[in-house]
């Protein structure tokens, strides 16, 4: 089964080429400067895409890879317009993963503005999707979806893709990627579109924002760890008991490529770890990693739901694929990286 994966895979980069006269497959990643999209990018320039990236924004820590970058607010259907279209044909693959969003200290208090922004992103660019004949498209949907009743207890949180329903998110941002699901696969049934839609269980790794409110778990807890000094305190926001699963970003794009690769459109899949840890754990793993003893004071704070880790049953079934790598040695790799942007800072 993985012979043959890897010879399909193989078979799929040469047709995204110009070799023997194929012409080379294209695609557009929404999103492109965030950190998941910036990364996205590269991974379809390793395989031979022609891609080009759209976000309000330029990639923040590394340069541009890809063919064209356009700069465009996607809240604007102009704009939005102007990304999905192309002079000849239609994108082969698009990848919507454009959002307002951010880690629990920027979701707890901008529901208005998550839900108004986001929303009018994915009408927008769905919309575009259909007009220019787009087959296949990625919709980067959220663990966020899920229940708050089955996130209760810390130890045994219940995530398999068949419990979302009845919907009770607990964030608004958990909403509107519910709703969001249901407006790709609505136009799906309607259009023909080959929608993808993979639900991220909190993906990390270098390049990811640090710093300045939006920053995830991981990444705030190396920032913090990075400026302390040796036996100083540091704040974890909750009793620091609630759970999480945290997923490296190359196994994150290794995911996406295997569900965009698969021949039959796959249902919706979990994206993560299955390596649940403490949100108090994790900041004690980081700071073993530094080589620094520090001390933990929890204070009040968002928390988010009390337990959340990813079930990996369905994408193993369907993909013959799950995540397998170590929250630590991904963590090894972004504490490092943290340490270097705030010592530039210094």
Same mark, same amino acid.
């Given at each position: 089964?993985?012979?043959?994966f890897?010879?399909?895979?193989?078979?799929?980069? +040469?047709?995204?080429?110009?070799?023997f006269? &194929?012409q080379? =497959?294209? %695609?557009?990643?929404?999103?492109? $400067?965030? /950190?998941?999209?910036?990364?996205l990018?590269?991974?379809?320039?390793?395989?031979?895409?022609?891609?080009?990236?759209?976000?309000?924004k330029?990639?923040?820590?590394?340069?541009?890879?890809?063919?064209?970058? +356009?700069?465009?607010?996607?809240?604007?259907? &102009?704009?939005? =317009?102007? %990304?999905?279209?192309?002079?000849? $044909?239609? /994108?082969?693959?698009?990848?919507?993963?454009?959002?307002?969003?951010?880690?629990?200290?920027?979701?707890?208090?901008?529901?208005?503005?998550?839900?108004?922004?986001?929303?009018?992103?994915?009408?927008?660019? +769905?919309e575009?999707?259909?007009?220019?004949? &787009?087959?296949k498209?990625?919709?980067?949907?959220?663990a966020?979806?899920?229940?708050?009743?089955n996130?209760?207890?810390?130890?045994?949180?219940k995530?398999?893709?068949?419990s979302?329903y009845?919907?009770?998110p607990?964030?608004?941002?958990?909403?509107?990627?519910?709703f969001?699901?249901?407006?790709?696969?609505s136009?799906?049934?309607?259009?023909?579109?080959?929608?993808?839609i993979?639900?991220?269980?909190?993906v990390?790794?270098?390049?990811?924002?640090?710093?300045?409110?939006?920053?995830?778990?991981?990444?705030?807890?190396?920032?913090?760890?990075?400026?302390a000094?040796?036996g100083?305190?540091i704040?974890i926001?909750?009793?620091?008991?609630?759970?999480?699963?945290f997923?490296?970003?190359?196994?994150?794009?290794?995911?996406?490529?295997?569900?965009?690769?698969?021949?039959?459109r796959?249902?919706?899949?979990?994206?993560?770890?299955?390596?649940?840890?403490?949100?108090?754990?994790?900041a004690?793993?980081?700071?073993?990693?530094?080589?620094?003893?520090?001390?933990?004071?929890?204070?009040?704070?968002?928390?988010?739901?009390?337990?959340?880790?990813?079930?990996?049953?369905?994408?193993?079934?369907?993909?013959?694929?799950?995540?397998?790598?170590?929250?630590?040695?991904?963590?090894?790799?972004l504490?490092?990286?943290?340490?270097?942007?705030?010592?530039?800072?210094r």
């Amino acid at each position: 089964m993985l012979l043959s994966f890897g010879l399909w895979f193989f078979g799929s980069i +040469l047709l995204g080429t110009n070799l023997f006269g &194929v012409q080379q =497959k294209t %695609a557009l990643v929404c999103g492109g $400067g965030g /950190f998941i999209g910036y990364h996205l990018v590269n991974k379809y320039k390793e395989e031979g895409y022609w891609v080009r990236g759209v976000d309000l924004k330029e990639p923040e820590f590394g340069p541009i890879y890809a063919d064209e970058f +356009l700069i465009a607010d996607l809240r604007d259907p &102009v704009a939005a =317009k102007k %990304a999905v279209f192309l002079e000849k $044909g239609s /994108f082969d693959e698009v990848c919507q993963l454009a959002a307002n969003m951010g880690g629990m200290g920027f979701l707890a208090y901008h529901d208005a503005e998550i839900m108004h922004d986001s929303a009018l992103i994915n009408l927008n660019v +769905l919309e575009e999707c259909r007009k220019t004949g &787009v087959k296949k498209v990625f919709y980067s949907s959220s663990a966020c979806i899920y229940p708050l009743r089955n996130q209760l207890d810390p130890e045994n949180p219940k995530c398999s893709e068949d419990s979302a329903y009845p919907a009770d998110p607990d964030t608004e941002y958990g909403w509107e990627k519910l709703f969001s699901e249901r407006l790709y696969l609505s136009y799906m049934r309607d259009y023909g579109m080959d929608v993808r839609i993979m639900r991220f269980h909190n993906v990390f790794g270098p390049q990811e924002t640090w710093e300045g409110g939006r920053e995830k778990a991981p990444a705030a807890l190396c920032r913090k760890i990075a400026e302390a000094k040796e036996g100083d305190e540091i704040q974890i926001w909750g009793k620091g008991d609630q759970t999480r699963s945290f997923l490296f970003i190359d196994e994150c794009l290794e995911g996406i490529r295997r569900l965009m690769l698969a021949p039959v459109r796959p249902p919706i899949l979990n994206l993560g770890s299955e390596e649940k840890i403490s949100i108090n754990d994790l900041a004690l793993l980081i700071a073993k990693i530094a080589g620094k003893q520090v001390y933990l004071k929890n204070v009040p704070g968002p928390e988010g739901v009390r337990g959340r880790n990813s079930d990996n049953a369905k994408i193993q079934e369907v993909l013959h694929w799950q995540p397998t790598a170590s929250l630590e040695s991904g963590l090894r790799k972004l504490y490092p990286w943290v340490l270097q942007q705030v010592e530039g800072k210094r």
